[in-house]
């Protein structure tokens, strides 16, 4: 959900990111701000952050996988200023995974 990143952000958080974590999610990737859909942008960005996020969370390495995922869009605003690169879409993700010991 758009702004659900900013939960913690409070002393008491009751948003979608901590609903998410208490009820056992182990990999949670929420937005900082509302985020533009693709009627916004060209190049249908938003559909791409998804896709990333997606393929990010079926990952080994969700954190790294999407940190990847943000750089090369990165590259990409600085190199051409493409707004289908914007940091208004990858810039606004924040992923938490839990710390799950394995049962021996």
């Known amino acids: 959900g758009c702004a659900s990143g900013s939960d913690f952000r409070h002393s008491e958080p009751l948003g979608w990111a901590l609903a998410s974590v208490l009820a056992g999610a182990q990999i949670v990737t929420a937005a900082l701000w509302t985020l533009p859909t693709d009627a916004a942008l060209p190049g249908q960005p938003f559909r791409r952050l998804v896709l990333a996020v ?3 969370h079926r990952s080994d390495d969700p ?35 839990a710390n799950v010991e394995e049962a021996s």
């Open 54 to 56: 997606d393929e990010a």
């Open 63 to 97: 954190v790294a996988t999407l940190g990847e995922w943000q750089a090369e869009q990165a590259h990409a605003w600085r190199e051409t200023g493409d707004a289908a690169h914007s940091p208004l879409l990858w810039a606004s993700l924040m992923t938490w995974t």
